[in-house]
């Protein structure tokens, strides 16, 4: 059974930062491209980030460049998303989740990915 389960997110005050992961159980880590997405009430899942298991191989949203950075740890099955400077505008619930199909390439597209997390609340207050 393939679990994907986020953690790090909280309250933090905006210019600030956090580090959130994903662990991912029940799966071949390394065969699946991983991406981070975050959605607010009302609105469709919105892309961040994603990233294949090559090293470089790494798209962003354009809101985030420069202030998120996405990573993978494939020994430990986890991925991460260092987010600096946080906006007001990052609040939303953030999900991580695992794409199998053509997972050389990294993807923004949330009906391409196979699995997804929970969700970990991230609010940035002013």
């Known amino acids: 059974q393939v679990q994907l389960v986020e953690s790090g997110g909280g309250l933090v005050q905006a210019g600030g930062s956090l580090r959130l992961s994903c662990s991912a159980s029940?799966?071949?880590?390394?065969?699946?491209?991983m991406g981070w997405f975050r959605q607010v009430p009302g609105k469709e899942r919105e892309f961040v980030a994603a990233d294949t298991v090559s090293i470089g191989n790494t798209v962003y949203a354009e809101s985030v460049k420069g202030r998120f950075t996405i990573s993978r740890d494939n020994a430990k099955s986890t991925i991460y998303l260092e987010m600096n400077n946080l906006k007001r505008e990052d609040t939303a619930v953030y999900y991580c989740g695992a794409k199998g199909r053509y997972y050389w390439a990294p993807s923004r597209t949330p009906d391409e990915y196979d699995y997804w997390g929970q969700g970990t609340q991230v609010t940035v207050s002013s």
């Open positions: 029940g799966l071949r880590f390394s065969s699946y491209a």
